[in-house]
């Protein structure tokens, strides 16, 4: 019997699903009227969801071929260029985007004469931008925006990344450096990080560098921008409405940004914000006066015992900071409060296995889980680690289910308390 299985060439198929599925693509697009993609000024930032499939399918696939037709030190150089970081920084930190009028154009001459450096130094950088579609040359020596680099100029992506190449990059270098001094280490000041920081963790920079805290608090905004990581999104990603009139405590809740988004949109909630001093300060300012009789602000140490009773304990994006030691001990600290019936919500990355997501997504989240590395020691856990995690805690933490949004892996594990001794004689 014939095999059914494909003998063409790797790169055949590949052709062939690129082909296929942007004919699929272009076909959905024009039907809803929106236009090709391409690197043009005004061109939409994202593609409609319900074609997530295709560009999954077309960002995989375009780049298997690709890196199939890289030699292997090609391949090597396209992951390890580390200058790719270079003109970026300089575009941002030397203000270069501002000034391209949006729509118009100028020349290298002129931001030479803006920015003051040498007019060869200009077209160098601007040049290995224009490489990385960030920015166009209209004609000789005559600039112009593309698509990437107008979302580049909003500011707090700008902040983001130059947080990239002044924070993260430095301390990302000493990682390995990292591991081999301290084998195994949980401590938030024993990483890249601290490293190259004179063994200050993130939190101990913020605290004494006044231009690096904007930097750190402005580009954290930019973390709106990946799939499910919006507040906004926070409503949709587990079914608040069945908790009915629980009182919530959001513990490391930052400013209630996500208490008021679910105040907002579920009316029978009560929702306490727990966080630091000086992280709540001033933050009960920017509570909406409808919403003040439903939120509230307390002063609340991480690793303290808990103080509050309340049908539900929500951690958003805490435990990812954390390697197992502290993680353990933030669940540890809510047990004096907790009772059987009540809910731990957590809401944090469940990384996937290798393969089970489109390979583009993936090495994002490979890459932000060595980010955590480098910053704290923290890390993304699979769904196996999350279970040993509660049981290290205590084994009356109960996973009960877990939701993953499709676009997202930023997902809600739900955990019961079970304490089998509650009225046994």
Known sequence: MASSKSTAPRIVELAAQISNSVAQLEEQLSTKGLPSPSFAEDDPQDLPKDVSHLKDTLLDATAELHELLLDPLSLLFKFAAISNLVSIDAICRFKILDAIPPGGTTTFMEISDKTGLAEHAVRRLLHHAMAMRILRETEAGVVAHTSISKFLAIPYISSWAEMESRDTWPGTTRIV???????????????????????KTPQGVVAT???????????????????????????????????????????????????????????????????????????????????????????????????????VYFFRMLFRNFGDKYAVMALRAQIPMLRPGVKILIQDVVMPEPGVIPLWRERISRAVDLALENFSNGRERYLDEWRGLLASADQRFILHQVYVPKESLLGILEVHWHDSTIGEA
């Open 177 to 199: 450096d990292a591991i081999q001094q301290w084998p195994n280490s949980e401590e938030m000041n024993q990483t890249g990080f601290a490293l190259a920081n004179n063994g």
């Open 209 to 311: 560098d006044a231009e690096r805290a904007m930097r750190f608090g402005s580009a954290m905004q930019a973390i709106s921008h990946v799939p499910g990581y919006a507040v906004e999104n926070i409503t949709t990603v587990y079914d608040w409405a069945t908790l009915g009139s629980a009182y919530i405590v959001n513990v490391g809740g930052s400013r209630g940004q996500v208490a008021i988004e679910l105040a907002k949109n579920f009316g029978d909630l009560k929702i306490l914000v727990q966080d630091s001093a000086g992280t709540i300060e001033g933050a009960e300012a920017g509570i909406p006066i409808e919403l003040k009789d439903r939120i509230e602000l307390m002063e609340h140490e991480l690793f303290e015992p808990q103080t509050v009773k309340a049908d």
